[in-house]
C-alpha cells in the first residue's frame, strides 16, 4: 500500500502540459456538416485540456495535402 501511495504521489506532483492537436478541416467553416464536426471537436478539445488549432482546405485536396505537409514539417 505504501508503494502504491508513493506512486500515486509521484504522479499527482508531475506538471502536465497540455497536448497539441491540429484539425485539417477539408472544408470551409461554412459547410454545416463540418462546421459541426469542428465545433464538437472544438468542445471535446476544452473539456480535456487540449489545444486544438483548425486549419480549412476550403474543399480544395491540394490545398490540404498542403496544409498537412506544412504542419508535419513544423512538428518534426
Do not use: C, G
Not at 1 to 7: C, Q
Not at 54 to 71: F, K, T
Amino acid at each position: 500500500m505504501k508503494i502504491l501511495s508513493l506512486i500515486v504521489l509521484i504522479l499527482v506532483t508531475f506538471p502536465v502540459q497540455a497536448l497539441d492537436v491540429v484539425l485539417v478541416n477539408p472544408t470551409t467553416k461554412e459547410e454545416p456538416f463540418w462546421a459541426l464536426v469542428t465545433d464538437l471537436t472544438k468542445a471535446a478539445a476544452k473539456d480535456l485540456n487540449i489545444n486544438l488549432k483548425v486549419h480549412y482546405a476550403s474543399s480544395n485536396r491540394q490545398v490540404q495535402s498542403q496544409l498537412i505537409a506544412d504542419i508535419s514539417k513544423k512538428h518534426q
